[in-house]
């Protein structure tokens, strides 16, 4: 097996256990190259680094993406942080407390975006 | 004792907590009603709530500030995260997963401040 | 009366002057403290300080959303300024101006999102 | 012809080689200045400079947005790369070079953006 | 006197009466179209613009530019705001409100340059 | 030689092409596995990859960082576009034209960083 396969495998394995390896498809339908770098590069070598803690590593993307307030890339997170163990309390004091370094409109935006997930999540379960 | 003594009360001791109750005097001299919602509000109002640790807090208090990438305002929390038992590398590796999301920009920025903590550490072990 | 509530009913009363005391609800819905957070810290405690006007603090709330060009959060403060009698030619002055310290994209997300504004509350009046 | 008659005709003529001489009407009917300033001013006297080829201004355009993360702003710029000849390819490579500077949510919000361009071209030419 | 000259002109009032028709010129040596540009577009076309007064322009100004938090650009802000008659501690409000609004970093490099500006006057009046 | 000192060995040969094989060394020094992400992800296979040219790579790579301005990271790119014959001239048309996106505080960052590489250049050759 290349290094390349080797990295993307990882990369999937960590996408599993968050619960999202059917994320990014509009990424590999666009431009399959980009698919590659963010599975096999953003997963299989960042992520998968074992000094932090797949929990670590939630909480801290959480707070950047929050921080940053980006229209998209954050829902996914949302569910992963949950299918790991983050509880719903958790995830908003984390919205919270990110607020007061980034700004109340950081807050709005997270509290829209993580209600969308919510109510997804719910809509899946009935 | 009034509400805003015990706030303010709270505050110090995370403050202290953080081995940082010497911090922010630079606000109390410039007008000191921005020390008092510093230390009473952001301090003993929201780094005091109970639902996540002080090191969950520390962790994402850096991941957001890296992501914003601003010139000031995050070395005391290098120092704090130091303090309260995150590693060097540990941070390393936050710095280095919160710049996927950030950007390499705002690594070279962490890379700078962290630097400049290190060095003043070393200087008051001598 | 608490500390608590008296800063909670100071914030009501700021949001009534703003014609928007029924804002920020989904926060009440999602998590309860958030939104006591909101109304009884943001507004309770620092839209109420006396050294600047509502207007001012309208003005400066305004400036500081366009040039963040955050994709929530600044809706609510267009209908409040024009609710306490800034102009839309005002409003749009100032879009204007930030858009000169902020870029081309947040003046067209401005323009977006005042004309969003402006077709509902048409809408409204009808 | 006036000063600013020239520039004003000067903006659509840089707008025409773009193909996008009919954007930015939704600022000329809110108000006309800003119409005025948009044509006038970034496209008659910024993008008309002759330093700097169109291509080049609109691969640093696309760049600078793409890093902004902005939530409108860029479809039209996506268009006009196409209409000048930027290709697909070199669009996508431009998006993934950017994110490494800008962070992977910069990425994922291009990738949005691009796919809604690109859909509503295929939807034209049916 | 043609266009350029009367706008140029109109830019370099404005700046008289902000106290600062001495800045900029680090411009004026690197490029003189820049400054060109710099006095005799946004000064003399968009500041000189009659819809909102000057303390308007300047209270919205300091509040874009502390939300973005850049770290240069704001202390000939500072300096002109106290030269119009806005007073330190409408200064310092206006830091405070808009910081609920960018987050606490933004407060801190607000605080840090407004020292410096402080201090520097102090220096002069000596 | 395997995968991982091949693209290291990309990436050196892609930072010498822009004179700048020395830069990054203080990431070395604090933490080694950052050095080599960035050489040989960033450099290794980022940049070398084929699809846009290293002159179009150094345009959106100052573009998007002249737009986020960040106080660190964006001089050795002034130097390595000076290096592969960018000219003074299209650098300023460019702060001009990013400017104008991402607004006038920017600039007045890009001028005060460029000023300083302009210097430091002059001394070098004196």
Redesign the interface.
């Known amino acids: 097996m ?3 396969d080797e990295r993307f495998k990882r990369g999937m394995e960590i996408l599993q256990k968050m619960g999202r390896e059917k994320t990014m498809l ?2 590999k339908e ?2 399959p ?2 698919y590659d ?2 599975v096999g ?2 997963f299989g ?3 998968s ?1 074992p ?2 803690s797949l929990r ?2 939630e ?16 829902h996914s997170h949302y569910n992963s942080a949950l299918h790991i163990g983050i509880t719903k ?2 995830i ?18 997270a ?2 975006q ?2 969308e997930v ?1 109510a997804e999540r719910d809509e899946q379960t009935k």
């Open positions: 290349s290094d390349f509009n990424q666009l431009y190259d980009l770098i963010s590069y953003l070598e960042i992520w680094r000094q932090l670590d590593r909480m801290i993307t959480l707070a950047s993406n929050i921080a940053l307030a980006r229209p998209v890339g954050t309390e958790q908003m004091e984390l919205i919270i407390h990110v607020g007061m370094y980034a700004g109340w409109p950081a807050i709005a935006l509290v829209t993580f209600t919510l």
